[in-house]
């Protein structure tokens, strides 16, 4: 038995945040039903780059789902949302602050409905402060959330990261804090709104840093903070194939196994310099092997903390990842194999899969209705 089962999620988001926050719940089993819009749905649906027929970015965060179409200026559509959310334990949605009021859904209104429901809103801003109805997207809350400002070289421009930092940090917190309300409105019967602000999540990864900063008066820059690429002891070199690898010698003890591994016990003093003939002179040692070298190297030495910067294509053949299990592949009768990274976690006696494949939209309207509201 999977641990969500016979959980009712609504779930109206749309993109990355929302169903990525909704997949992990229905990976747990929770039953999501995807509430999309008429044609043509959840936007992801139409993103490039396409199988056959939709998106592979919304292949990788739609599987365990139900999808059902409904047009909210229809009547009847809203008086069946109505009758879902009664049955419903969760409802998440990602408009802007005020949208579901004027719709009629808003949260005061379903919780007469349904006084157990737990309604989770994603925004960019949150549910108040001067920001709120502001839209955005990923490098605007990273940017305004002081992310950005970390990323990057010492003296260099911030570099902007291909991973959508607050699209997902803001489904995990999503999905953490649904859970808690779950488990309180199983225990009491009162369900809760829960105000998701897409920048606070990119300001709690910030813990380290703004305790630094509040201890000593002086921000953190882009590689002067102890783990941001600075030190001799953790960075990232290039070897002497152009290749990457990064070296994690933080502790005392790890850096003397790297010193010695070398053979270069005059470097363990210089474990924290910050001087630039230092750090050019370790440089040049790691541009004297190759990856194959240096890799070969780890393998041979016990506790060097000495790995390869995998590429994509890296992860594919990688044995912890093969060991982990941690890519799926499923076999779509459309659109052919789909690619998909399993939960990051494993529990005792639970199986995860992908149970069903990522739906088509609506294509689930007559199992849902019939099952959920016994219509038909």
């Known amino acids: 038995m999977l641990p969500l089962q016979g959980i009712v999620v609504l779930d109206l988001t749309r993109l990355l945040p929302g169903p990525y926050c909704s997949m992990i719940l229905a990976d747990l089993g929770a039953e999501v039903i995807k509430v999309e819009p008429p044609p043509p749905g959840d936007y992801m649906r139409e993103f490039e780059p396409k199988l056959?027929?939709?998106?592979?970015?919304?292949?990788?965060?739609?599987?365990?789902?139900?999808?059902?179409?409904?047009?909210?200026?229809?009547?009847?559509?809203?008086?069946t949302f109505l009758k879902l959310v009664s049955k419903a334990h969760v409802l998440m949605e990602g408009f802007r602050p005020g949208v579901m009021d004027k719709l009629g859904l808003g949260y005061e209104r379903?919780?007469?409905?349904?006084?157990?429901?737990?309604?989770?809103?994603?925004?960019?801003?949150?549910?108040?402060?001067?920001y709120r109805d502001r839209p955005g997207h990923d490098i605007n809350y990273i940017a305004m959330g002081g992310v950005l400002d970390q990323i990057g070289m010492k003296d260099g421009p911030p570099v902007l990261p291909t991973i959508q930092i607050a699209d997902l940090s803001s489904a995990f917190w999503s999905a953490i804090a649904i859970l808690a309300g779950v488990i309180r409105s199983k225990a009491t019967g009162k369900g809760t709104f829960i105000d998701v602000s897409m920048m606070d999540a990119v300001l709690s990864w910030l813990p380290i840093h703004l305790a630094q900063y509040a201890?000593?008066?002086?921000?953190?820059?882009?590689?002067?903070?102890?783990?941001?690429?600075?030190?001799?002891?953790?960075?990232?070199?290039?070897?002497?194939?152009?290749a990457y690898v990064t070296l994690g010698a933080l502790e005392e003890k790890f850096w003397k196994v790297f010193c010695q591994a070398v053979e270069r016990m005059d470097l363990l003093p210089h474990q924290f310099s910050q001087d630039p003939q230092v750090l050019e002179e370790i440089e040049v040692l790691f541009r004297s092997k190759t990856l194959e070298e240096w890799l070969e190297l780890t393998c041979a030495t016990e506790d060097l903390l000495l790995y390869p910067l995998n590429s994509l294509s890296d992860l594919m053949d990688d044995p912890q990842v093969k060991a982990r299990k941690?890519?799926?592949?499923?076999?779509?009768?459309?659109?052919?194999?789909?690619?998909?990274?399993?939960?990051?976690?494993?529990?005792?006696?639970?199986?995860?899969?992908?149970?069903?494949?990522?739906?088509?939209?609506?294509?689930?309207?007559?199992?849902?209705?019939?099952?959920?509201?016994?219509?038909?």
């Open 110 to 130: 379903l919780k007469g409905i349904n006084p157990g429901l737990v309604y989770c809103a994603i925004t960019g801003f949150g549910q108040d402060g001067p």
């Open 326 to 376: 941690m890519l799926w592949k499923v076999r779509h009768p459309i659109e052919g194999e789909l690619l998909m990274v399993a939960p990051p976690f494993k529990m005792e006696g639970v199986e995860f899969a992908c149970r069903k494949l990522p739906p088509a939209l609506d294509e689930d309207r007559e199992n849902v209705l019939q099952r959920i509201l016994g219509d038909g």
């Open 52 to 79: 056959k027929e939709d998106s592979a970015f919304y292949y990788a965060v739609n599987r365990n789902k139900k999808s059902i179409s409904l047009n909210f200026k229809d009547k009847g559509d809203w008086e």
């Open 215 to 242: 201890a000593t008066g002086r921000a953190p820059a882009k590689g002067d903070f102890l783990l941001g690429g600075g030190l001799p002891c953790y960075r990232v070199y290039e070897t002497a194939d152009g």
